[in-house]
């Protein structure tokens, strides 16, 4: 079973517009909450992260919410552009081993 | 530049060879994984390992295996392959402590024939 539900699927937003992903998790133990990127032929790349003493970080366009009492996080990308268009995961871990991934959503960014 | 290499990028095997997928990381990291990526599956935990000779099972072990022999080395070993292990293999390599993210290979795709 998945331990990190990730949605949508797949969204398209306009250049400009805000990417918004979500995430939810059940196990409590989890204290780390990385955004990877994945583009076409790469591997996933760190792009944010976020630990739950804080409600939210901001890295530029990129931001994550954390709702440490609903279990939940989302990637916010302000300004989105068409160079944002991959596919971005979500994940949580505790003490930084064995990750667990949502499923992945591919976000397109149209000119 | 640091670097996780995964030595094939592109695999086809036939049903029920042995099959070897090798990883390499420069950083000197003491963890290292091996993740399947399925489209609407995302990335599924194989085996991990937090130092040399060690090997832990993650979610999806069966029909796997490991071997870390040296601390930046870390291969998957297919027993016998089977056509549901068609995917990419993503192999990646973290600090020992700390929460600094992993860093990822590009991928093998490895299709069973």
């Known amino acids: 079973q998945q331990q990190v539900k990730q949605s949508p699927q797949s969204l398209i937003v306009q250049k400009g517009g805000i990417s918004i992903i979500n995430c939810a998790y059940e196990n409590t133990a989890f204290d780390y909450f990385p955004w990877y990127q994945q583009f076409p032929g790469k591997g996933p790349a760190l792009l944010i992260a976020?630990?739950?003493?804080?409600s939210e970080k901001k890295e530029g366009r990129f931001t994550i919410s954390f709702n440490k009492s609903a279990k939940q996080f989302s990637l916010h990308i302000m300004d989105s552009q068409p160079g944002d268009s991959a596919t971005y995961f979500c994940?949580?871990?505790?003490?930084?081993?064995?990750?667990?991934f949502g499923a992945g959503t591919r976000l397109t960014v149209k000119p | 530049d640091v670097k996780v290499t995964q030595s094939s990028r592109y695999l086809v095997k036939r049903t029920g060879e042995k099959v070897f997928l090798e990883c390499v990381q420069d950083m000197d990291h003491e963890n290292m994984f091996w993740y399947r990526q399925d489209p609407g599956l995302g990335l599924r935990l194989i085996y991990f390992s937090y130092d040399v000779k060690m090997k832990e099972k993650g979610d999806i072990p069966e029909g796997y295996s490991v071997s870390r022999e040296k601390k930046e080395r870390f291969s998957l070993i297919l027993e016998s392959a089977s056509t549901n292990q068609t995917s990419m293999y993503l192999c990646?390599?973290?600090?020992?402590?700390?929460?600094?993210?992993?860093?990822f290979g590009s991928g093998t795709r490895l299709t069973v024939v």
């Open positions: 976020i630990r739950p003493d804080v």
């Open positions: 994940a949580a871990s505790d003490n930084n081993n064995d990750m667990r």
């Open positions: 990646a390599s973290s600090r020992g402590t700390g929460w600094v993210g992993y860093t």
